[in-house]
């Protein structure tokens, strides 16, 4: 399992998100890696399809509901 953390820098939601993300995997017994990713540009938001910090991805797939329909991506 590959999961990711897309954040942009100064998110202060990225800290307590990672710390819940690694107490999940710990508590449902995942073996995963965990990556943090840093959206910098608005182009490597648009590259990624990021819809806002922080962004969960398990497998590539969006934890959020309905994220998959999104189509605004940006610095947000």
Do not use: H, K, W
Not at 8 to 26: F, K, N
């Amino acid at each position: 399992m590959e999961v990711e953390i897309l954040v942009m820098p100064g998110c202060a939601s990225a800290g307590p998100t990672e710390q819940l993300v690694r107490r999940l995997l710990v508590e449902l017994g995942q073996d995963a890696v965990v990556r943090v990713i840093t959206v910098d540009s608005s182009q490597t938001a648009q590259r990624l399809r990021f819809p806002g910090s922080p962004t969960v991805r398990v497998n590539g797939r969006d934890i959020e509901p309905g994220a998959e329909a999104a189509t605004n991506y940006g610095m947000g």
